[in-house]
Nanobody
Framework: QVQLVESGGGLVQAGGSLRLSCVAS????????MGWLRQAPGKEREFVAE????????YYADSVKGRFAISRDNAKNTVFLQMNSLKPEDTAVYYC???????????????WGQGTQVTVSS
């Protein structure tokens, strides 16, 4: 079992930036894939980004390519999501996720955090 705790959410104006962090604990060695999902009000949870253990494989949703960047620090069991050029449609609860398979699909994640709210005002 892996426990995930997110931080870094908040309120930002359109065009601004935020950096989310997620610290993993527990059986972290078993989950090589870490990533981020998000869920906007009234919408289904969607895939945002994913990174492999080595960082050699990275996936992004089309909606965030060129604006968001995912990275990880394995020594600190932490994954980051740098979000730039934020838009009102990026408003959502952002969830950290981890899983045993790097696939670019949210269905392969097995653990999720409690989420952190990101609100982008226009």
């Amino acid at each position: 079992q892996v426990q995930l705790v997110e931080s870094g959410g908040g309120l930002v104006q359109a065009g601004g930036s935020l950096r989310l962090s997620c610290v993993a604990s527990g059986r972290t060695f078993s989950y090589v894939a870490m990533g981020w999902l998000r869920q906007a009000p009234g919408k289904e949870r969607e895939f945002v980004a994913e990174i492999s253990w080595s960082g050699g494989r990275i996936y992004y949703a089309d909606s965030v390519k060129g604006r968001f960047a995912i990275s990880r620090d394995n020594a600190k069991n932490t994954v980051f999501l740098q979000m730039n050029s934020l838009k009102p449609e990026d408003t959502a609860v952002y969830y950290c996720a981890a899983g045993p398979l790097v696939s670019g699909r949210q269905v392969d994640f097995r653990s999720w955090g409690q989420g952190t709210q990101v609100t982008v005002s226009s």
